[in-house]
């Protein structure tokens, strides 16, 4: 199991975020550290916990189309592993994040075009390289799915299987930072079921490493985690139980 430490960036600083309401998210208040940058917190995560890959969520870039470029590469040059999600919208702008550092880039459903141009990534820098983030609400998806031609997630995560993703998130927001379960279980086990060659993430929710158990039992290969990580409730001696240290942190 992967356990990904989730860096939430606003207005360029590492921020705690709860249920999707991005108004309100606030840098973020850590037992690991003391500050809410983002290098200080990864060497956290790094030096504490022994983990050195990081899904990045710039919500600059989401939401405001001010990407946090000089993070990215402060981190990269620091060795540290990076799947960013900049609210990629086409192309150009997703061979600009992988200049800057990611060693993948995610293209969300909240901000990206749809099924052919979701194609049309993965055969411009390599599937490897693109991960698929099917971002909901409450269940329901995020962004506009006209081009999806379906507002059924399953169904949005079959298309973009054919488009030529390998590695796909599954985030309902509404879950973020609640520490009250993750809600996605039933869609990924149904994922799994039927493509099990699709390398699949998720989060949101997640309470202790007993959650993250049971989402390795259903076949999910990676988590997204937060909260519990700044909170102690999922230690260094978790993260060995899981196996997912990193040796060399």
Not at 54 to 75: E, G, T
Not at 79 to 101: H, K, N, Q, R, Y
Not at 131 to 138: A, I, N, T, Y
Not at 193 to 203: F, M
Request: charged share 25%.
């Amino acid at each position: 199991m992967l356990v990904l430490p989730v860096l939430d960036l606003l207005e360029g600083v590492v921020v705690r975020g709860v249920a999707g309401r991005r108004d309100e998210y606030r840098p973020v208040v850590s037992r690991l550290v003391e500050r809410p940058d983002a290098l200080s917190i990864a060497r956290a995560f790094r030096d504490k916990i022994g983990l050195t890959r990081f899904y990045v969520a710039d919500l600059d870039a989401i939401l405001h189309r001010r990407p946090n470029r000089q993070i990215y590469r402060l981190l990269a040059r620091e060795g540290f592993e990076l799947m960013i999600d900049a609210g990629l919208t086409s192309v150009e702008s997703a061979a600009e994040v992988l200049m800057a550092g990611a060693a993948q880039i995610v293209a969300g459903l909240e901000t990206w075009r749809g099924p052919d141009e979701l194609a049309c990534l993965c055969e411009a820098v390599g599937a490897k390289r693109v991960v698929f983030s099917l971002d909901l609400m409450q269940g329901d998806p995020l962004g506009e799915v006209t081009t999806w031609q379906s507002d059924d997630p399953f169904q949005i995560a079959s298309l973009a299987r054919q488009a030529g993703i390998r590695e796909l998130i599954v985030l309902d927001l509404a879950s973020v930072g609640t520490g009250g379960g993750v809600s996605t279980t039933d869609l990924c086990a149904k994922l799994r079921a039927v493509y099990p060659d699709l390398r699949l993430i998720t989060g949101g929710g997640i309470r202790h490493a007993d959650d993250i158990e049971r989402l390795a039992r259903i076949g999910v290969e990676g988590v997204l985690v937060a909260s519990a990580l700044h909170d102690g409730a999922i230690g260094r001696e978790d993260i060995i139980r899981l196996g997912s240290i990193d040796r060399s942190a």
